[in-house]
Nanobody, 112 residues
Framework: QVQLVESGGGLVQAGGSLRLSCAASGHTFNAMAWFRQAPGKERDFVARINWSGGSTAYADAVKGRFTISRDNAKNPVYLQMNSLKPEDTAVYYC???????WGQGTQVTVST
């Protein structure tokens, strides 16, 4: 059974940084993505990366502040979040688009 395990969430002040990690147990996948869900809102796309890491895509709300990456082993996948804003507060989920696999989520809270 495939498990996606996110880590790295926490509480940070506005303007700060966090790095999230997503590790897939015993598997590597082609495209990987991050989504987030704020309280009372739908789950939204954040970023996506292909196998080589040479192709990435970002939601407009995070462009220029967030960076998705993966190392040479392709696992884990990272989400570097800089210049965090209170509106970035959400549960962040790792996703395998081709298989619709989801992690359990990690909470990110940005205080003013």
């Amino acid at each position: 059974q495939v498990q996606l395990v996110e880590s790295g969430g926490g509480l940070v002040q506005a303007g700060g940084s966090l790095r999230l990690s997503c590790a897939a147990s015993g598997h590597t996948f082609n495209a990987m993505a991050w989504f987030r869900q704020a309280p009372g809102k739908e789950r939204d796309f954040v970023a996506r990366i292909n196998w080589s890491g040479g192709s990435t895509a970002y939601a407009d709300a995070v462009k220029g502040r967030f960076t998705i990456s993966r190392d040479n082993a392709k696992n884990p996948v990272y989400l570097q979040m800089n210049s965090l804003k209170p509106e970035d507060t959400a549960v962040y989920y790792c996703n395998v688009p081709a298989r619709n696999y989801w992690g359990q989520g990690t909470q990110v809270t940005v205080s003013t």
